[in-house]
C-alpha cells in the first residue's frame, strides 16, 4: 500500500518495512537534481521532521519523513546518479527504507487517488 | 518537500506585475516565480526544458532570455553627461556613441547600490538597471542630478537577450541596420530593423551569460512577436531565470543583491573595471575616497571563485574556513552544469583569496573541500573581431 503526504512524499508499506521517496511531481518541480543528502542508517526520523536534503541545480529542498521510525536502508544509487530522482522519482530514485513505529501514523495520510486530487487543485 | 527560502523569495509580498511576455512565456510552458516584483519564468517545459538543458543548450546554440524586469532609463538634458559622472565612477569622454559600458552607483560610503551599463545615444545616455532596485536607482539619480537633466523610464520597452554560440546567425537572418551586424563587436551597440515586423530595437553585443551574444530592447507591444521570431530559428530557444543564474555564476558574473550591496565595495568585488583610470586619480564620485584608498592599499577581503569537491553545492551564506578560522561567506553558488561539480563565490579574507588556497565550506554542518579557483569557471566567448 502506498501513501502520500502533502509535502509531496511517498511511503510504500510492505509488512513492517516502509520504503520513502518524493513524488513525480515534487521532483517537477525541483528540476534537475544534482545532489542527495540522505539520513544515516538506524538514525531515528520523526513525523514531519527533517530527513533528506535534495539539492537541485537551483536550491535545496527538505524532504520529511512521512511518519516515525528508524532507517534501516538508503538507496546508494542516489549518490553515483542522483538524476534517478528524476527519471524514476517513485521506482529506482527511492531514498530510504524505515520502520514504522506507529502504524496509526499512516491513516493520517492520502492514498493515491486523493494524492491525485490534491496535486491537480495546486 | 519544502524548499529553503532564498533572498529573491523573500523580496517582498507586494503583488507581482506581470512582463509584456507574460503569456507568451506560459503559452511555452513555463513555470512562473516571483523575482523582482514580477512573475518570471524560471524554467520552461518540454524535451528542452529545465534548468540543466536550458542551460547546455545556450552554451552550444542560442537562449532567449526576457530580462524586460531590467529597468531601461533614458537620461537627457543640457548637463546630463558632467551630472552623470559626478554619481558615477565613469570617464564618459572616453565612451564612443552607441558603446555600453558597465558602471557602478555607488553610496557615499563607496558601498554598492546597483550596477549598470551606461550608453552614450545621440540625444543622452541609455542606462539598464537592475529590476529588483530600479525603483530606487531612478529615486537616488532624480535626488542627485540636477533638475535640467531629464529621467524617463522606459516601462514602454521591453529588452531581451539573445546568447550563445549561433546568436549571431540567428540574429543576422533577422535584422537589417545601417551597418551590417556583423560589425557590432563586443560592447558596442547600433539600430537594427527586425525586416518581417518592421520593428525598431536598439541592439548592443553584450550579455550575462559569458557567451557571445546581443541584447535587444524594443517596444513592449512588439516583443511577442519578435520573440517568436527569434525562435522560429532553429537554433533559437526560450531560456528561464534558472540557467540565466548557472550561465552568470560559471561565468564569474557578479549578481547584485548577492555578490554584491552597500555593504560591499566594487574594490572587494574585483570590478575595479568599473571604475574608469581617470577617475581612479581625480575621484569626484560618491565613495572616491575609500574607492581611491582601497585601489591604492588594496582591501582585507576579496570576492573570489571557489571549486568544491563532491557533488554538493554550497549556496548562498554557506561559511568558509581554513581551519577552524572563519575567512568567509559564499554570496552565490550552485551545480555548474558544463562542469558537472558545484562552483561558488565567495568573499574571502585576502589572505586566503590566492588562487589554488585550499579552504573549506560548511554546509548543514559538513564541512566540503574547496579550492581558490580562477573566474571566469567557463572561459568567455565574447566576439572581439575575427
Known amino acids: 500500500m502506498r501513501y502520500f503526504t502533502d509535502e509531496h512524499e511517498w511511503i510504500d508499506v510492505e509488512g513492517d518495512v516502509a520504503t520513502v521517496g518524493i513524488t513525480d511531481y515534487a521532483q517537477g518541480q525541483l528540476g534537475d537534481i544534482v545532489f542527495v543528502e540522505l539520513p544515516a542508517v538506524g538514525s531515528a526520523v520523526e513525523k514531519g521532521k527533517d530527513a533528506a536534503v535534495v539539492e537541485s541545480v537551483k536550491a535545496a529542498s527538505d524532504v520529511y519523513a512521512p511518519i516515525t521510525g528508524e532507517v534501516t536502508e538508503t538507496n546508494g544509487a542516489l549518490e553515483e546518479d542522483p538524476a534517478l530522482v528524476n527519471s524514476a522519482p517513485e521506482g529506482e530514485g527511492w531514498f530510504f527504507k524505515m520502520t514504522i513505529a506507529d502504524a496509526g501514523q499512516l491513516e493520517g495520510l492520502m492514498d493515491e487517488a486523493a494524492y491525485k486530487d490534491f496535486v491537480a487543485g495546486l | ?386
Open chain 2, 1 to 386: 518537500m519544502t524548499d529553503h527560502d532564498t533572498a529573491e523569495d523573500q523580496l517582498e509580498d507586494l503583488p507581482l506585475d506581470a512582463l509584456p511576455l507574460d503569456a507568451w512565456h506560459r503559452a511555452r510552458g513555463a513555470r512562473m516565480v516571483p523575482f523582482a516584483g514580477y512573475e518570471m519564468p524560471i524554467q520552461y517545459a518540454g524535451p528542452f526544458g529545465g534548468i540543466v538543458a536550458e542551460h547546455k543548450w545556450t552554451r552550444e546554440q542560442a537562449g532567449l532570455f526576457d530580462v524586460s524586469h531590467m529597468g531601461q532609463l533614458h537620461i537627457t538634458g543640457e548637463g546630463a553627461e558632467a551630472a552623470l559622472e559626478a554619481v558615477l565612477p565613469i570617464d564618459l569622454a572616453t565612451l564612443k556613441h552607441g558603446n555600453p559600458r558597465y558602471s557602478l552607483l555607488l553610496d557615499e560610503n563607496g558601498g554598492v547600490l546597483d550596477d549598470l551599463m551606461v550608453t552614450r545615444w545621440n540625444d543622452g545616455f541609455y542606462l539598464v538597471v537592475n529590476g529588483a532596485t530600479k525603483w530606487d536607482d531612478i529615486a537616488h539619480l532624480r535626488e542627485h542630478l540636477p533638475d535640467e537633466v531629464t529621467i524617463s523610464h522606459m516601462d514602454e520597452h521591453a529588452l531581451l537577450a539573445l546568447q550563445g554560440p549561433k546568436a549571431f546567425a540567428a540574429l543576422d537572418r533577422l535584422v537589417i541596420g545601417d551597418t551590417p551586424l556583423g560589425a557590432l563587436t563586443f560592447m558596442k551597440g547600433a539600430t537594427f530593423t527586425f525586416t518581417h515586423t518592421g520593428t525598431d530595437a536598439w541592439v548592443s553585443r553584450s550579455g550575462y551569460t559569458g557567451e557571445d551574444g546581443f541584447e535587444i530592447s524594443l517596444p513592449a507591444d512588439a516583443a511577442a512577436e519578435v520573440a517568436d521570431l527569434l525562435c522560429a530559428e532553429p537554433e533559437v530557444k526560450p531560456i528561464g531565470l534558472g540557467a540565466r543564474d548557472s550561465l552568470r555564476l560559471e561565468a564569474g558574473l557578479p549578481l547584485y543583491g548577492h555578490d554584491m550591496s552597500p555593504e560591499t565595495s566594487p574594490i572587494e568585488a574585483g570590478l575595479i573595471f568599473g571604475i574608469n583610470k581617470r577617475r581612479r586619480t581625480e575621484g569626484g564620485f560618491p565613495g572616491a575616497e575609500r574607492i581611491i584608498r582601497e585601489i591604492n592599499e588594496g582591501t582585507q577581503r576579496k570576492w573570489v571563485g571557489l571549486r568544491i569537491e563532491g557533488r554538493l553545492p554550497a549556496r548562498e551564506g554557506a561559511e568558509v574556513f581554513s581551519g577552524s578560522d572563519h575567512i568567509g561567506t559564499v554570496t552565490s553558488g550552485g551545480f555548474s552544469p558544463s562542469l558537472g561539480a558545484p562552483i561558488a563565490m565567495a568573499y574571502v579574507a585576502s589572505t586566503h583569496a590566492a588562487p589554488g588556497t585550499a579552504l573549506e565550506v560548511e554546509v548543514r554542518g559538513k564541512r566540503l573541500a574547496a579550492i581558490v579557483s580562477p573566474t571566469p569557471f567557463v572561459p568567455h566567448r565574447y566576439y572581439r573581431g575575427s
